[in-house]
């Protein structure tokens, strides 16, 4: 019998450097990518289960002294046997043990509690992968249909996807499932990178696309909305109550100015790749707009790029508005589905979100908000969730399930899962290489299913910080058998980045918002 003996929560963050992020806090200076890092200890010397939580700086105190309290509360339980969590619905026990707590329920079934009890639920699925020796993903697909349907709480979805249609569903997933593991560790993740961050000059952007095109990357993101984002704050700041014409009009100038960026990208692309299939584009502005304001953006956006060349369209717009409104991603996105009907060649800007939707409510609302059947799909095009921002491996398989549904009815949704931040991409590769050992490489129509790679330009967020860190190679996440998440901390990593005394926080100017985020 192998027992969990202690819990150790660590704070761990990569100081801002002005790299990257949102355009709402390009003038402070860039994000604090910064970890909560869970490491669970058992009676194996050998045996250590991690996990990680993403936070953006501010907050990080509170959700380490959270994901702390509960993993005591939950896994300090003399009688729950490591060993044996892959055996006899045991780890779904747990699982569900703590998506029922009605405690941490009453606290509501998203942010810091939803988190942290993902980050509890990850480093048990990293301790019995590593128990049995396995890369997590591979483990999990070994526990077989009904024991990954009991991991699933369905009390809020079973109105659109019921426990017997899940395990249907993964039933008929295992037809092809040993060729299709084969061929993830053969072959790896399709993998997009993201380097067109708001901040950055126009010529600077473009030589960072020319040494993706070199380096085979399929496709780059590329922020957008930094003037309308800046325009509004501007405002605000300056007591200027703005009318709906106003802030229509500042839509329409931001569209206008990102035209100019995204017309050099896709000209740089266009003299610099020399392959059959050259890299697409698509775009991110990171929840600045209000419905109405998105749609006049996009509108512009897509239609001065298709005025310049037809064939410069996005592949995606993502997280245009607040990612807590379901309906109001699918008003945008059914408003660009008419807006565009008029062109041939045709042109299409479909809407993408999910990194910051906190339970599998919201992605249920997002795939299956039906309204007026006249105004056309009603399901999001492209779904991206991420490693711990709901509650861990149960709460991703819930989501992974009713996306196939959707797919299932028709709507051919794409798989996209966000991992923008130090350690996701880690994470949240084996999440994609769930998907895609059970329901394949694509959304059923030929349009493949790809993942989100983030790395830096002065400063290594992969290599050195993690044991098992992730790589990509022509385009591809590279799947290695090592058993595990691979969210581990190398110590080199931890006395870089470890709050408060890690060597990048040292000099006189960190080290106050070091003293403020540590627990």
């Given at each position: 019998?192998?027992?969990?003996?202690?819990?150790?929560?660590?704070?761990?963050a990569?100081?801002?450097?002005?790299?990257?992020?949102?355009?709402?806090n390009i003038?402070?200076?860039?994000?604090?990518?910064?970890?909560?890092?869970?490491?669970?200890f058992?009676?194996?010397?050998?045996?250590?289960?991690?996990?990680?939580?993403?936070?953006?700086?501010?907050?990080?105190?509170?959700?380490?002294?959270?994901?702390?309290?509960?993993?005591?509360?939950?896994?300090?339980?003399?009688?729950?046997?490591?060993?044996?969590?892959?055996?006899?619905f045991?780890?779904?026990?747990?699982?569900?043990?703590?998506?029922?707590?009605?405690?941490?329920?009453?606290?509501?079934?998203?942010?810091?509690?939803?988190?942290?009890?993902?980050?509890?639920?990850?480093?048990?699925?990293?301790?019995?992968?590593?128990?049995?020796?396995?890369?997590?993903?591979?483990?999990?697909?070994?526990?077989?249909?009904?024991?990954?349907?009991?991991?699933?709480?369905?009390?809020?979805i079973?109105?659109?996807?019921?426990?017997?249609?899940?395990?249907?569903?993964?039933?008929?997933?295992?037809?092809?499932?040993?060729?299709?593991?084969?061929d993830?560790?053969?072959?790896?993740?399709?993998?997009?990178?993201?380097?067109?961050?708001?901040?950055?000059?126009?010529?600077?952007?473009?030589e960072?696309?020319?040494?993706?095109?070199?380096?085979?990357?399929?496709?780059?993101?590329?922020?957008?909305?930094?003037g309308f984002a800046?325009?509004?704050?501007?405002?605000?700041?300056?007591?200027?109550?703005?009318?709906?014409?106003?802030?229509?009009?500042?839509?329409?100038?931001?569209?206008?100015?990102?035209?100019?960026?995204?017309?050099?990208?896709?000209?740089?692309?266009?003299?610099?790749?020399?392959?059959?299939?050259?890299?697409?584009?698509?775009?991110d502005s990171?929840?600045?707009?209000?419905?109405?304001?998105?749609?006049?953006?996009?509108?512009?956006?897509?239609?001065?790029?298709?005025?310049?060349?037809?064939?410069?369209?996005?592949?995606?717009?993502?997280?245009?508005t607040?990612?807590?409104s379901?309906?109001?991603?699918?008003?945008?996105?059914?408003?660009?589905?008419?807006?565009?009907d008029?062109?041939?060649?045709?042109?299409?800007?479909?809407?993408?979100?999910?990194?910051?939707?906190?339970?599998?409510?919201?992605f249920?609302?997002?795939?299956?908000?039906?309204?007026?059947?006249?105004?056309?799909?009603?399901?999001?095009?492209?779904?991206?969730?991420?490693?711990?921002?709901?509650a861990?491996?149960?709460?991703?398989l819930?989501i992974?399930l009713?996306?196939?549904?959707?797919?299932?009815?028709?709507?051919?949704?794409?798989?996209?899962?966000?991992?923008?931040?130090?350690?996701?991409?880690?994470?949240?590769?084996?999440?994609?290489?769930?998907?895609?050992?059970?329901?394949?490489k694509?959304?059923?129509n030929?349009?493949?299913?790809?993942?989100?790679?983030?790395?830096?330009?002065?400063?290594?967020?992969?290599?050195?910080?993690?044991?098992?860190?992730?790589?990509?190679?022509?385009?591809?996440?590279?799947?290695?058998?090592?058993?595990?998440?691979?969210?581990?901390?190398t110590?080199?990593?931890?006395?870089?980045?470890?709050?408060?005394?890690?060597?990048?926080?040292?000099?006189?100017?960190?080290?106050?918002l070091?003293?403020?985020?540590?627990?």
């Open positions: 019998m192998i027992t969990i003996t202690d819990i150790r929560v660590t704070a761990v990569a100081p801002p450097t002005g790299f990257g992020g949102d355009p709402r003038a402070q200076g860039g994000p604090t990518y910064a970890n909560v890092y869970l490491q669970v058992t009676s194996d010397p050998d045996l250590v289960g991690s996990s990680i939580i993403f936070t953006n700086g501010r907050g990080l105190k509170e959700q380490c002294q959270l994901t702390e309290q509960l993993a005591r509360h939950f896994l300090l339980d003399p009688t729950l046997d490591v060993s044996q969590l892959h055996q006899d045991n780890f779904a026990t747990i699982v569900q043990k703590m998506l029922q707590d009605p405690d941490y329920a009453w606290l509501g079934s998203v942010g810091m509690s939803r988190m942290a009890i993902g980050a509890v639920i990850n480093a048990l699925w990293d301790l019995f992968s590593r128990q049995q020796q396995l890369p997590a993903w591979h483990a999990l697909l070994n526990l077989g249909p009904e024991q990954l349907v009991a991991l699933i709480d369905f009390e809020p079973a109105d659109v996807l019921s426990p017997d249609e899940a395990l249907a569903m993964l039933q008929e997933a295992q037809t092809g499932l040993a060729e299709r593991c084969d993830i560790y053969a072959q790896g993740l399709l993998a997009y990178n993201t380097a067109g961050w708001s901040g950055i000059a126009i010529d600077t952007l473009c960072q696309v020319q040494s993706l095109c070199e380096r085979g990357w399929p496709m780059v993101k590329v922020k957008v909305g930094a800046q325009a509004r704050l501007q405002a605000v700041d300056e007591r200027q109550w703005l009318t709906r014409a106003q802030l229509d009009a500042l839509a329409e100038r931001s569209a206008a100015e990102d035209i100019e960026r995204l017309n050099a990208v896709f000209s740089t692309i266009e003299q610099n790749d020399r392959r059959a299939s050259k890299m697409t584009v698509a775009v990171n929840q600045i707009f209000d419905p109405q304001s998105a749609i006049v953006f996009i509108r512009h956006l897509a239609r001065g790029l298709y005025a310049i060349n037809p064939t410069y369209q996005i592949q995606w717009f993502e997280e245009p607040n990612p807590h379901a309906l109001g991603h699918i008003q945008i996105e059914q408003a660009l589905q008419r807006d565009f008029d062109l041939n060649p045709p042109l299409r800007a479909p809407v993408s979100t999910g990194e910051q939707a906190s339970c599998p409510s919201v249920k609302d997002l795939l299956f908000a039906y309204t007026d059947p006249a105004q056309g799909s009603a399901s999001l095009p492209v779904l991206q969730m991420d490693y711990c921002r709901v861990g491996i149960a709460d991703n819930a992974l009713l996306a196939q549904k959707a797919r299932n009815n028709g709507h051919r949704v794409r798989i996209c899962p966000h991992a923008g931040g130090i350690g996701l991409c880690e994470g949240v590769r084996h999440v994609q290489a769930i998907k895609q050992a059970l329901f394949g694509d959304n059923g030929g349009q493949l299913d790809i993942l989100e790679f983030v790395e830096e330009p002065t400063r290594s967020v992969h290599e050195g910080i993690f044991t098992q860190p992730a790589q990509v190679v022509n385009g591809h996440y590279q799947m290695c058998t090592a058993p595990g998440v691979g969210v581990d901390y110590e080199a990593g931890l006395a870089q980045y470890q709050l408060p005394g890690g060597s990048a926080w040292q000099s006189e100017s960190l080290q106050p070091a003293r403020q985020i540590s627990p």
